[in-house]
């Protein structure tokens, strides 16, 4: 349906969009129709039966809505349903344009313009600008009140600046400008009166649309409802050759088919990786959940005493309890490290045992994909510099509450290079936050086992009103480079997030209407177990 507007007839020239179809207004003798006597679609018939029934060829959307008692949306949804039966009705639609007062051009045809009303209030003693100042048409007021030359300011009155009437008497020219067009006498006004009215925003030109209804070649004043289906009861019994069957509208959209959607947040982990693919980072295989404890520990420089090792933060598998196959080199090398030190490095002098490292489980962060990964790395003939990304499960023995689960999804991003510094991790980090649109990042000093320096990375969280931690980050420690086989001299940074944080849900729900295509209670997903940060 066109969008028409949906004017108040509070002019005689709102009704010019029909006038000019050649027909006058419409009898008066036709009296006032009762809306509340039938539809709209047979009150317009009825109306446009009269009229013809006086002589006039047709009437005016405008005109019949005001003498129906119906709003004129209401009576071109008669007119657009009336067309739909065919050649009932004929409607011709018709634009004109018009000069309307705006709220503010309202209110000074009631109390008068502003400058009037700022001269009113100067007593002969005058006022102290200050004081003016506080009138509600005291800024506007006194602008133009100084411009007609109808004050005077006095910058060394005692008491501060004082403004004094300069004529006896002023002429509300404005005002009688605006009820010129209320009254219906717009043209009448010199252009620049309208324009200077328009700049002060006081007059407003308005589009009206309107359509010109004549009676059309199958016209009736009764409506029969058109049937829309033919159905096997119809054949059957023949009575679909007495029907009225609605037209076939080939152009029309066909419902839409209800369909799942992605889950939100395997768009947004799309458009993280596509992220990473723009800054030249390779995906890293992460498809073993199932992870041996040296690769999820070990080989990162993790000693076996730790608390993330026990039994209360991981979920251990019971078949197969132990893994196999090693690369028995580099896991007596690790041992030295962990047991003995080297590398400059003493190491955490324990009794480092195999059948620890040999215990499988659930991963509890990609960072054993990223070792193992960078063991490959290591393994080449001549070192390469690389960058890789992974984007993944992972999985921690928690007590399900607002702020923990025992299944999320790590975002991990690893960089391998000859003499990378905490500098190039900051500056890789602003990079990837910001075309996340992150723009407002902290740093703060952390503690890993496997990284040093370590930091923790805060971002400003806009719905939350507060900062929030959405990352940690580090150079990776020469016990854990080293041993694989790394050549001296080479850095690795790295950082790692969770896709449920706080500020990553918090950039996907921006465009959640256009990701899940409906509407999301935003409050709820911040309040969510993945969002809250109560704890």
């Not at 207004?25 to 009825?46: I, N, Q």
């Not at 029969?224 to 029907?243: H, N, V, Y």
């Not at 993330?308 to 080199?329: G, L, N, S, V, Y």
Request: charge should be negative.
């Amino acid at each position: 349906m066109d969008a028409l507007s949906q004017e108040t007839l509070s002019a005689p020239e709102a009704l010019s969009p029909c006038l000019s179809g050649g027909a006058g207004k419409m009898s008066p003798t036709m009296g006032e129709a009762d809306a509340s006597s039938g539809s709209a679609a047979e009150l317009l018939l009825r109306r446009l039966e009269a009229a013809g029934a006086h002589g006039e060829a047709g009437i005016c959307s405008l005109e019949a809505a005001t003498a129906l008692g119906l709003e004129h949306q209401v009576l071109v949804g008669a007119v657009k349903s009336l067309q739909s039966l065919g050649e009932v009705i004929e409607a011709e639609q018709r634009t004109s344009k018009k000069w309307e007062l705006t709220p503010e051009g309202q209110e000074i045809v009631q109390e008068g313009s502003h400058e009037v009303r700022v001269f009113n209030s100067i007593p002969s003693e005058g006022l102290v600008q200050s004081e003016l100042m506080k009138l509600p048409s005291g800024k506007v007021g006194f602008s133009k009140a100084m411009s007609n030359k109808w004050i005077q300011l006095d910058k060394n009155s005692e008491g501060g600046p004082r403004i004094f009437r300069a004529v006896d008497s002023v002429e509300d020219s404005v005002r009688e400008k605006l009820l010129q067009v209320q009254q219906g006498e717009a043209d009448s006004l010199e252009e620049k009166d309208r324009n200077e009215l328009k700049k002060r925003k006081l007059l407003a030109e308005v589009t009206l649309k309107s359509y010109w209804i004549k009676k059309g070649n199958a016209f009736s004043t009764s409506v029969a409802k058109q049937e829309t289906d033919l159905t096997p009861e119809m054949i059957a019994s023949g009575s679909w050759r007495d029907l009225n069957f609605k037209a076939y509208n080939f152009e029309a959209l066909g419902i839409m088919p209800e369909s799942g959607h992605l889950h939100p947040l395997l768009k947004v982990r799309s458009q993280f990786r596509q992220i990473f693919l723009e800054m030249g980072f390779t995906e890293m295989p992460t498809d073993n959940f199932i992870e041996s404890s040296f690769w999820n520990f070990d080989a990162l420089y993790v000693p076996q005493q730790h608390p993330a090792r026990d039994q209360h933060d991981t979920f251990f598998i019971k078949d197969p309890a132990e893994a196999i196959e090693f690369p028995m080199d580099y896991l007596k090398r690790v041992k030295r490290v962990h047991s003995q030190g080297g590398y400059g490095s003493q190491g955490y002098k324990y009794d480092w045992k195999l059948e620890d490292a040999r215990k499988n489980l659930l991963r509890t962060h990609t960072t054993a994909s990223s070792a193992r990964i960078l063991y490959q790395l290591a393994q080449q003939e001549k070192f390469t510099p690389a960058k890789y990304f992974s984007i993944d499960r992972v999985f921690r023995n928690e007590t399900l509450d607002a702020t923990h689960l025992a299944e999320f999804h790590q975002i991990e991003g690893v960089v391998a290079d000859y003499g990378l510094t905490l500098g190039d991790l900051m500056g890789v980090l602003k990079e990837f936050f910001t075309k996340l649109g992150i723009t407002q990042l902290r740093f703060k000093p952390a503690y890993n086992p496997y990284t040093e320096p370590s930091m923790e990375v805060f971002s400003y969280h806009q719905g939350l009103k507060k900062w929030v931690e959405v990352g940690n980050s580090g150079v990776f420690r020469p016990e854990l480079l080293l041993p694989m086989g790394l050549p001296d001299g080479v850095s690795v940074i790295a950082w790692g997030l969770s896709l449920e944080r706080p500020t990553m849900i918090k950039y996907g729900i921006n465009n959640i209407r256009e990701l899940v295509g409906h509407k999301v209670n935003l409050q709820m997903v911040y309040n969510s177990p993945l969002c809250r940060l109560d704890a």
